[in-house]
C-alpha cells in the first residue's frame, strides 16, 4: 500500500505519465494549485514556499520510494520535484497577475532544465534526495529572478 501512495505522489497523482513532457505536466498542475491558493483561499505568495518546504520530506520519501520500484536513478515520471520547485519559484513573486504565473512557469522550466551550477551537481545526491534537490535550486534561482524581475516591475 505504502508503494502506491508513493507512486502517487510521486506522479503527482498522475501527471507524470503525460506521454509529452511529463515534467512539464507536473510544474502545470503545481501551478494550477498554487494559482486556486493564491487568487482563492487568499494566500501570499511566501505562503506557497512555505508549503514547498513543508512538503520537501513527502517529496523526498515518494521519489525514493518510486525510484526503487522501477530500479531507475530518476524515473522520467517522478514529477513531484517539479511540483516543489514550481512551489518554491511561484513564492519569489512581489505581486499576482497572469504576467507573475507565466513568468514563474517559464522560469521553473528554463531552469529545471538547464539546471545552472550547483543545481546539476545535486542530481547526484543519492534516492529521492537527488531527485528533488536539483529542482528545489531550480526553483530558487527562480524564485530570485521572479522576485527582482518584480522589483524592476517587469509583470
Given amino acids: 500500500m505504502a508503494g502506491k501512495v508513493a507512486k502517487a505522489i510521486a506522479t503527482w497523482f498522475g501527471c507524470g505519465y503525460s506521454p509529452i513532457a511529463p515534467g512539464t505536466a507536473g510544474s502545470a498542475a503545481a501551478l494550477a494549485i498554487a494559482w486556486l491558493l493564491l487568487e482563492k483561499a487568499g494566500w501570499q505568495a511566501l505562503h506557497v514556499g512555505a508549503l514547498a518546504i513543508a512538503f520537501l520530506p513527502l517529496a523526498v520519501w515518494a521519489s525514493d520510494s518510486t525510484a526503487l520500484q522501477l530500479k531507475r536513478k ?9 511540483v516543489v520547485g514550481q512551489w518554491i519559484t511561484i513564492s519569489g513573486a512581489t505581486s499576482l497577475s497572469w504576467k507573475a504565473y507565466l513568468g514563474a512557469f517559464l522560469l521553473f522550466r528554463l531552469l529545471d532544465i538547464w539546471k545552472p551550477p550547483p543545481a546539476r551537481r545535486l542530481e547526484s545526491l543519492r534516492g529521492g534526495f537527488g531527485i528533488v534537490a536539483d529542482d528545489a535550486m531550480a526553483g530558487i534561482y527562480g524564485a530570485v529572478v521572479l522576485f527582482l524581475a518584480g522589483c524592476f516591475n517587469l509583470y
Fill in 74 to 82: 530518476d524515473p522520467g515520471l517522478v514529477v513531484v520535484d517539479e
